[in-house]
């Protein structure tokens, strides 16, 4: 099988959390694929007083946001309206603050993940989640989303993570959400879902709270 020729990726800045007295950046990823554009996570558009002791600084998910993109990796303009279809990597509140955005278009999301989600306290902010229009698609386990583009759950973080590995003709990159929270989780793997993802090879991993992707070190 023929990988397809060109699958961009553009992370997309959308706020900024204050964790441990740093700000930690929350990205969203947008892939362009031949045959669809798909957001990865969609980060958060609003506050909330759950999360109010984060102090999120939002830098909205909106069209003109996207065109102004805080860290432009390609020249081709990424519109909202343009997104086909949405990946979460999981539902905890930084993720999935967006959904809304996309009511009516497929969120794609592992099943136990939407469970945990919808039924255990304090995982999530759950209106977001489950907000006015927004329709998932539970995915039980490895899926092959596009040509090229598969879902692989990736446990850790939380039971129901799942990253996306994208087929480059060489080695596969990966949109990996919180599989890793910061570099060192790669360079030394400890969850299943961290040793799923180094044992794939794979050239680079995105992360949503790394401004650059993850490199696996050579010697
Ligand atoms: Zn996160």
Not at 5 to 14: D, F
Not at 199 to 208: C, F, G, R, T
Request: some cysteine; hydrophobic content about 40%.
């Amino acid at each position: 099988m023929n990988a397809p020729a060109s699958i961009t990726i553009t992370p997309v800045r959308v706020a900024d959390l204050l964790t441990e007295g740093e700000r930690m950046p929350v990205y969203v990823h947008v892939i362009d694929h031949p045959d669809a554009r798909v957001l990865v996570d969609t980060g958060m558009t609003e506050p909330h007083p759950a999360v109010a002791d984060l102090d999120p600084r939002l830098i909205p998910l909106s069209k003109q946001d996207f065109d102004l993109r805080l860290v432009p990796l390609t020249e081709q303009p990424v519109d909202l309206a343009g997104v086909d279809l949405v990946v979460n990597t999981h539902l905890h509140f930084d993720h999935c603050g967006g959904n809304h955005l996309f009511a009516g278009r497929p969120i794609h999301v592992q099943r136990r993940e939407l469970d945990d989600a919808r039924s255990e306290d304090d995982y999530t902010i759950r209106e977001w989640v489950d907000a006015p229009g927004v329709r998932y698609v539970p995915v039980d386990g490895e899926l092959e989303l596009l040509p090229g583009l598969r879902l692989v759950p990736a446990p850790g973080h939380n039971r129901g993570m799942q990253v996306v590995v994208v087929e480059t003709g060489g080695r596969p990159v990966v949109v990996g959400g919180d599989v890793a929270v910061w570099f060192g989780e790669l360079d030394e793997p400890h969850s299943e879902g961290q040793l799923r993802v180094r044992a794939l090879d794979p050239e680079l991993v995105w992360l949503a709270h790394e401004h650059e992707p993850w490199r696996p070190r050579t010697l």
